[in-house]
Nanobody, 126 residues
Framework: QVQLVESGGGLVQAGGSLRLSCAASGGTVSSYTMAWFRQAPGKEREFVVGISRAGNTYRVDSVLGRFTISRDNDKNTVYLQMNSLKPEDTALYFC????????????????????WGQGTQVTVPS
């Protein structure tokens, strides 16, 4: 099972940017559907953005035009570029990997992801 380690979180003012990294070991990111989820205090974990093994990406409406996922196969790392951050983006962000399901499409279901990182905190004060 692939191991995932996130980094890059922090405190940023509204309108600012952050780039999260997810370094993988024990497996190659191109062999997995990779995704970022987030969990705000008192809320359920939710899908944010993902990239399929075929390279197709999908993101939820709330981050359209602001968040971008990318994959560097040489570094075996997945990134989440977050721009125009808002207070409602405050959450613990998790990287996840899945070998299940479609080669082309990105699952948004937590149950489909078998490997998870420990999370990195993103805080955007209001």
């Amino acid at each position: 099972q692939v191991q995932l380690v996130e980094s890059g979180g922090g405190l940023v003012q509204a309108g600012g940017s952050l780039r999260l990294s997810c370094a993988a070991s024990g497996g190659t990111v191109s062999s997995y559907t990779m995704a970022w989820f987030r969990q705000a205090p008192g809320k359920e974990r939710e899908f944010v953005v993902g990239i399929s093994r075929a390279g197709n990406t999908y993101r939820v409406d709330s981050v359209l035009g602001r968040f971008t996922i990318s994959r560097d196969n040489d570094k075996n790392t997945v990134y989440l570029q977050m721009n125009s951050l808002k207070p409602e983006d405050t959450a613990l962000y998790f990287c996840a990997a899945s070998r299940r399901g479609s080669y082309v499409w990105v699952s948004q279901a937590i149950r489909d992801f078998e490997s998870w990182g420990q999370g990195t905190q993103v805080t955007v004060p209001s």
